[in-house]
């Protein structure tokens, strides 16, 4: 079975600019969290979506935003970039509800200049 | 709020010695419990999940799990090289997706 995948892996922006992540589930997950993290902070929880929703959300900024796809693939995008959004950008597929062990994707790499 | 509370380490072991890692955390609740291993650069990758108090054996790893201690470990038998990385503990928020980490242990193991 195929594991998570995100596009893109790396990725330089400029402060200001918006960027657009993509995260591909396991086959047959329906639930898609996303994390940030940064070697001050460690792994910090972003957002969590299951069959479209949002069901959670962590302590980030309005510029944070997701969404998921009817076949669950979930998109993230970070609005007026800034310094302090250089990161790697974790998503996490589970497989069904109620069941919450989480499998990484390789992440996305976001630098911002 | 919830917090998980890891020695940043480095621990240093040496080769075939066992390699203890710890872990407490503040919520009373918490009912799941995950270890992660992460190479540098690279993305989490699950070692095991522990749900009841006890321990929990696969493979070479051993996770333990003491809730009225509020506290959970994992021993890395038999150490290899190749374990050399960073664990991170986490510890879940149910079926909301949230997964609290702390901010992992770095683990060396010397040939």
């Known amino acids: 079975k195929a594991g998570v995948t995100q596009t893109p892996r790396y990725l330089i922006k400029t402060r200001g600019q918006q960027v657009t992540l993509s995260c591909s589930p396991i086959?047959?997950?329906?639930?898609v969290s996303w994390y940030q993290q940064t070697p001050g902070q460690g792994l910090q929880f972003l957002f969590e979506?299951?069959?479209?929703?949002?069901?959670n959300k962590g302590n980030f900024p309005g510029r944070f935003s997701g969404r998921q796809f009817s076949n669950s693939r979930s998109e993230m995008n970070v609005s007026t970039l800034e310094l302090g959004d250089s990161a790697l950008y974790l998503c996490?597929?589970?497989?069904?509800?109620?069941?919450?062990?989480?499998?990484f994707g390789p992440g996305t790499r976001l630098t911002v200049l | 709020q919830k917090e998980v509370e890891q020695n940043s380490g480095p621990l240093s072991v040496p080769e075939g010695a066992i390699a203890s890692l710890n872990c407490t955390y503040s919520?009373?609740?918490?009912?799941?419990f995950f270890w992660y291993r992460q190479y540098s650069g690279k993305s989490p990758e699950l070692i095991m999940s522990?749900?009841?108090?006890g321990d929990k054996e696969d493979g070479r790893f051993t996770a333990q799990l003491n809730k009225a201690s509020q506290y959970v470990s994992l021993l890395i038998r038999d150490s290899q090289p190749s374990d050399s990385a960073t664990y991170l503990c986490?510890?879940?928020?149910?079926?909301?997706?949230?997964?609290?980490f702390g901010k992992g242990t770095k683990l060396s193991v010397k040939p």
């Open positions: 986490a510890l879940g928020e149910g079926s909301q997706g949230n997964l609290i």
């Open positions: 996490a597929s589970s497989g069904l509800a109620g069941e919450d062990t989480q499998y």
């Open positions: 919520d009373r609740v918490s009912q799941s």
């Open positions: 979506y299951f069959s479209e929703t949002q069901r």
């Open positions: 522990i749900y009841s108090n």
């Open positions: 086959s047959g997950h329906r639930s």
